[in-house]
């Protein structure tokens, strides 16, 4: 038997007036997901737990059976991996933001959320050395990038330099222990940023965006330091085999980390266009226990305030993915990783709907339906970290405790 976890990340949202007092998740035209909530299983997840606000990456670790809190090891560490970075224990890897900077300020943290000719500024960059350290760097997909800082005694106890809102300068990176490894580190990193800034500043690709009317991405925002270590793999925790499908680096990352089977599907970008068509296929033809098949752009219309983008969207994903999966599971869970509420922009603690679908013999109908107020008639008030053992319950794997 097989299961699917669909995730649409930063599905949990709140009413809005326009959308007639519905969240975007009920203002959709959703009719197969519809169908699956009310012939299925629903409730509520607190992702991490009640009151705290998940990350991505925290929020993947628990659904796939993690705790957080024993192996989360910094966000860079998930987005190196997931743009195919081979991690060493001693480095230190970082997410990073191309952005867009006026007069010392920043004035978009995601330079547009555009990554025209980011892929060649990236190979410039990529095989600096900064005294012994080498640097990796690598575009992954629209705004997003991975440095990597390779070489020896650095720590990743070093500060964000993004100060994740606008109006103001990026920071100086800042070491958070005493240490002299955290020293060198942030050294390291301020000259590696001033570098690579001078080297955006006046760039011909800079001068290409703004004639195309974009923002020029012309500083670098670095966050989430990690340093990877190996931990036991799903096969190995729970002896199952599972496949991971995504755009985006993070989560291809987070996949990767709990060793499940990554797949690069073309046409997955982790944005609006993503293909769809290409990702729902690709997770019919996996043969593994779980599939786990992530759509990003759920959060992304919420980080910009597009409510309204983010219903048409999930409207397109109800067409275009969820016909072609329905059946050919015999469990379908969908939900998100948190909630991203459209009015301010940020991840919240709230909350989010979950549903779980399948043949008739596996499914005690409630009378819930799949959204965040109707979620409250269904049975589920669980965490994340419950998710997979119930979906691993149902299909049989988790056996009886006791006779
Ligand atoms: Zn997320
Ligand atoms: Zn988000």
């Known amino acids: 038997m097989r ?10 949202d709140k009413q809005y007036k326009l959308l007639r007092n519905k969240t975007p998740l009920e203002f959709a035209r959703a009719p197969n997901l519809k169908k699956m909530g009310e012939l299925g299983e629903t409730g509520l997840m607190f ?32 987005e190196a991996l997931g743009a195919g970075i081979k991690l060493k224990p001693s480095d230190v890897a970082f997410r990073v933001n191309f952005a867009t900077v006026k007069n010392g300020k920043i004035v978009d943290r ?33 705004h ?21 809102r606008e109006g103001v300068p990026p920071r100086k990176p800042e070491p958070l222990d005493k240490s002299k490894n955290a020293k060198l580190t942030s050294n390291i990193l301020q000259t590696f940023l001033e570098k690579a800034n001078k080297l955006l500043e006046n760039h011909t690709i800079n001068k290409k965006r703004k004639r195309r009317g974009l923002l020029p991405a012309n500083t670098l925002l670095v966050r989430g330091a990690g340093q990877y270590h190996r931990i036991p793999s799903i096969k190995e925790l729970y002896g199952i085999t599972a496949t991971g499908i995504a755009g985006g680096a993070l989560y291809k990352g987070v996949a990767r980390f709990v060793g499940m089977d990554v797949l690069e599907v073309p046409g997955a970008t982790g944005d609006k266009n993503t293909n769809l068509h290409a990702k729902a296929e690709a997770a019919v033809n ?103 053992p119930i979906l691993l319950s149902k299909i049989g794997i988790l056996g009886k405790y006791g006779e």
Do not use: C
């Not at 925290?58 to 860079?76: I, K, N, S, V």
């Open 144 to 164: 997003r990038a991975v440095l990597v800082l390779r070489g020896k005694n650095l720590s990743k106890a070093v500060s964000d330099t993004d100060p994740h």
């Open 286 to 388: 996996a043969k593994t226990d779980i599939v786990f098949l992530h759509v990003k752009a759920t959060d992304s219309f919420s980080h910009d305030h597009d409510y309204k983008g983010k219903s048409k969207f999930i409207e397109k994903v109800d067409k275009e993915l969820v016909p072609r999966i329905m059946k050919e599971f015999d469990i379908v869970f969908v939900s998100g990783d948190h909630t991203t509420l459209s009015s301010i922009g940020q991840h919240t603690a709230d909350p989010l709907p979950l549903l779980i679908y399948g043949d008739e013999s596996l499914i005690r109908r409630d009378l819930g339906k799949f959204s965040e107020r109707y979620a409250t008639l269904g049975q589920y008030r669980i965490f994340g970290l419950d998710v997979l």
């Open 110 to 142: 995601r330079a547009g959320r555009n990554g025209f000719g980011l892929d060649e500024l990236a190979e410039e960059i990529n095989g600096w050395k900064i005294k012994n350290v080498k640097i990796i760097f690598k575009h992954t997909v629209e």
């Open 3 to 12: 299961v699917l976890m669909l995730i649409l990340d930063g599905l949990g």
């Open 47 to 78: 992702t991490l737990g009640p009151g705290i606000i998940p990350g991505s990456d925290t929020a993947h670790l628990a659904l796939f059976g993690y705790d957080p809190l024993e192996y989360y090891q910094g966000r860079g560490v998930y």
